[in-house]
């Protein structure tokens, strides 16, 4: 959600700050704000928007530190403003930046009112401040004042602080909301994506929940959350500067569609001998684990949900494991039954989700044995909250809405289908099958990918549009609903999606001339009672959009444009059909004038509640 940089050096920071800010935007914001200490005075500067007004203020009025803390917001508590955006400051003495929700705020906030302090903001953030400052009334250690203050904090946070009264240090902790470490040469940094210091290091420490670091010139002292002395491993990044750079495309979004590809060759490399699949590729422990499973349980949120979905399709029809599907937010609060010998499994893309994280730890309370994590990010809370892990390689991905992300997902869940479904019913004969239709994939979707033209001109019939269906049966349901979700993201299109066989039951009212219908046809089984619904369609005037595997019998008319998509083998199919969706998705957004890789109220990783 909100992004925070800081730092402490023996040059001038802001420009490291405002750099860092302009890395961390893609995690969604609607204001800014930067404070450094300058010659015993903190100096503040926030702006509502995009960074960029922020820069131009400091242009118009600009001020320079050694010691200073940057931050972007996502808005929570109050609206977005200048007057809501961090740094807060209490009564010149104290900045702080915060991610995060503290949840005990209203009690905080009319204990400081009795007191005497003043608020000028809606947010949760500010009695964080006041809080701290009140501390250091008792300790001259911002350290101290720090470790007084979080045992008060109920909630979620990664906070970031300085004062005047120790100008060269900077006090970081975190406690449901990431944080890392930057370690430079003679300067230390601080973020809560590593991609935000890449400029200025590669090595750093990942702060684990409940540690708080203090940070100065002379190195990083870290305390765990029980006030202990601990040490936490430096570790290098192979994440390169230019794989988090635009290079020739547009967007992000457009960049990350295209290095799909690599990332699924990436997610496979290692992990099979021929075509045999390693099972130590989910852990050294996974044979012993995956031998006792019974069930399968999936958690996760937006885009990894239905990941899970289609993989719920795999889990039963080609390993014969029950497989259940649930949104994150959901599973903590419903009083959820975890049968016995159900390996959870939770999805996410940065391993940051907050939702996704707390279902683990109910599904942890409910008795779950073991959990498998299938992530993006190695240093991330849930990768370290699992018991198991699979990686999928899909490498920084910066715009909002995912798409190499979701198909690496797949891939990866695709794996874990092949290791539990060989205690099953998946024999040796489709077991090569499958893994052979995982090897050809890079290359299908390099046939897709050749379509971008052709869909990029199609895209224009949706300039005047503002509503959509999307129609897909079986394991391409799931399909359809990702292509709904990236559509109505990036273009602000109202976009639904439904099993065909639905139509009848209620959505088929919504159809006419002005309501395009996006069709995924793949040559499966399912193929003939498609046709039959895509038919209903056309007999109410609705204009069609299949995109149809290129073996198919399906041909345009007047009101039925077709997509031609190469030919994919049944399991694997549900990946090919993502990617032209993605494409018409994007295409879409830009001829709307939308911003395509931030888009409006949404936010990277939302690792707030």
Same mark, same amino acid.
């Given at each position: 959600?909100?992004?925070?940089v800081?730092?402490v050096a023996q040059?001038?920071?802001v ?15 609607d ?5 450094v200490i300058?010659?015993g005075q903190?100096?503040?500067k926030?702006?509502?928007?995009k960074?960029?007004?922020l ?9 320079t530190g050694?010691?200073?803390i940057?931050?972007?917001r ?20 104290v900045?702080l930046?915060?991610? /995060?929700i503290?949840?005990n705020h ?8 009795d007191?005497?302090?003043e ?13 701290v400052?009140?501390?250091?009334r008792? =300790?001259? &250690? ?5 470790? @007084? =203050? ?7 946070y990664?906070?970031?602080?300085? &004062? ?12 449901g909301?990431?944080l ?5 040469i003679g300067?230390?940094?601080? @973020?809560?994506?590593?991609?935000a210091?890449?400029p200025?290091?590669?090595?750093f420490?990942?702060?684990?929940d409940?540690?708080?670091?203090e940070?100065t010139?002379?190195?990083v002292?870290?305390?765990?959350e ?8 430096i570790k290098e ?12 495309y ?8 295209f290095?799909? $590809? ?5 997610t496979?490399?290692g992990?099979?001998s ?6 130590q ?16 349980q999936i ?8 990941a /899970? ?10 390993a014969?494991?029950?497989c259940?599907?649930?949104i994150?937010?959901?599973?903590r609060?419903?009083? $959820? ?16 989700t907050?939702?996704?994280?707390? @279902?683990?730890e109910?599904a942890k309370?409910?008795g779950?044995?073991?959990?498998l ?7 991330s809370? #849930?990768?370290?909250? &699992?018991?198991?892990v699979? #990686?999928?390689r899909?490498g920084?991905? *910066?715009?909002?809405?995912?798409t190499k ?7 990866? #869940?695709?794996?874990l289908? %092949? ?7 998946l ?7 499958i893994? &052979?239709?995982?090897f050809?994939l890079?290359a ?9 033209q052709?869909?990029?001109?199609f895209?224009?019939?949706f ?10 049966? /079986? ?7 990702e ?9 602000? %299109?109202?976009?639904?999606?439904y ?5 009848k039951?209620? $959505? ?7 309501m395009?219908v996006i069709a995924?046809a $793949? ?8 046709k039959?619904?895509l ?7 609705g204009?069609? *959009?299949v995109?149809a ?6 041909h ?8 031609r ?11 090919i059909f993502?990617?032209p ?5 994007y ?12 888009p409006?109220?949404?936010?990277k ?5």
């Amino acid at each position: 959600m909100c992004g925070i940089v800081g730092a402490v050096a023996q040059r001038n920071v802001v420009p490291i700050l405002l750099e860092g800010l302009r890395r961390l935007e893609y995690r969604g914001y609607d204001s800014a704000g930067v404070a450094v200490i300058d010659e015993g005075q903190i100096k503040r500067k926030r702006r509502l928007g995009k960074v960029a007004e922020l820069e131009e203020a400091l242009k118009e009025d600009p001020f320079t530190g050694l010691t200073g803390i940057a931050h972007t917001r996502w808005a929570t508590h109050g609206v977005p403003s200048e007057q809501n955006a961090h740094p807060h400051i209490c009564r010149d003495t104290v900045a702080l930046v915060h991610n /995060g929700i503290i949840e005990n705020h209203e009690e905080l906030r009319r204990e400081q009112k009795d007191q005497g302090y003043e608020f000028t903001s809606q947010t949760d953030t500010e009695v964080i401040v006041h809080a701290v400052y009140d501390q250091m009334r008792y =300790t001259d &250690s911002l350290l101290t004042a720090v470790q @007084a =203050t979080v045992k008060r904090l109920e909630g979620a946070y990664a906070l970031g602080v300085i &004062s005047t009264s120790e100008p060269n240090k900077l006090v970081a902790c975190r406690k449901g909301s990431p944080l890392v470490i930057g370690i430079g040469i003679g300067e230390y940094f601080i @973020a809560s994506d590593i991609s935000a210091l890449l400029p200025v290091t590669q090595r750093f420490i990942f702060l684990e929940d409940g540690d708080i670091a203090e940070v100065t010139l002379d190195g990083v002292t870290i305390f765990n959350e029980q006030g202990e002395q601990v040490e936490r491993p430096i570790k290098e990044s192979e994440v390169n500067l230019d794989a988090v750079e635009r290079g020739e495309y547009r967007h992000y979004m457009l960049k990350e569609i295209f290095e799909q $590809p690599r990332a699924i060759s990436e997610t496979l490399e290692g992990r099979f001998s021929g075509l045999k699949l390693l099972e130590q590729a989910f852990g050294n422990q996974a044979s012993e684990v995956f031998d006792n499973v019974k069930a399968v349980q999936i958690i996760a949120c937006g885009t990894s949900y239905h990941a /899970g979905l289609i993989a719920k399709y795999w889990f039963e029809s080609l390993a014969g494991i029950p497989c259940n599907v649930e949104i994150a937010s959901e599973y903590r609060y419903r009083e $959820p039954v975890l049968l016995p010998d159900t390996l959870v499994v939770t999805i996410s893309q940065s391993g940051e989700t907050a939702d996704t994280l707390a @279902a683990l730890e109910e599904a942890k309370r409910l008795g779950a044995m073991h959990s498998l994590s299938i992530c993006n990010v190695q240093e991330s809370s #849930l990768v370290r909250e &699992s018991d198991l892990v699979l #990686l999928t390689r899909a490498g920084p991905e *910066i715009g909002v809405a995912s798409t190499k992300a979701f198909t690496t997902q797949l891939v990866a #869940l695709m794996m874990l289908v %092949i290791a539990l479904g060989r205690r099953f019913k998946l024999d040796k004969v489709t077991e090569k099958r499958i893994a &052979s239709q995982l090897f050809t994939l890079p290359a299908r979707i390099e046939d897709v990918l050749g379509l971008n033209q052709e869909i990029k001109e199609f895209s224009e019939r949706f300039a005047d549009k503002h509503h959509a269906l999307f129609l897909g049966r /079986g394991s391409h349901y799931p399909v359809a609903m990702e292509g709904a979700l990236k559509l109505k993201e990036i273009s602000y %299109i109202h976009a639904e999606a439904y099993p065909a066989g639905e139509l009848k039951h209620g $959505p088929l009212a919504l159809v006419d001339a002005e309501m395009p219908v996006i069709a995924v046809a $793949p040559n499966n089984s399912l193929l003939e009672k498609l046709k039959s619904n895509l038919q209903e369609v056309k007999a109410r005037g609705g204009e069609l *959009i299949v995109f149809a595997d290129e073996t198919l019998d399906v041909h345009p008319d007047e009101n039925t444009h077709v997509m031609r998509v190469t030919p994919a083998e049944n399991e694997m199919s549900p990946v090919i059909f993502t990617v032209p969706l993605q494409l018409l998705a994007y295409h879409v957004a830009v001829i709307k004038g939308t911003d395509v890789d931030q888009p409006r109220n949404l936010a990277k990783s939302v690792t707030v509640e």
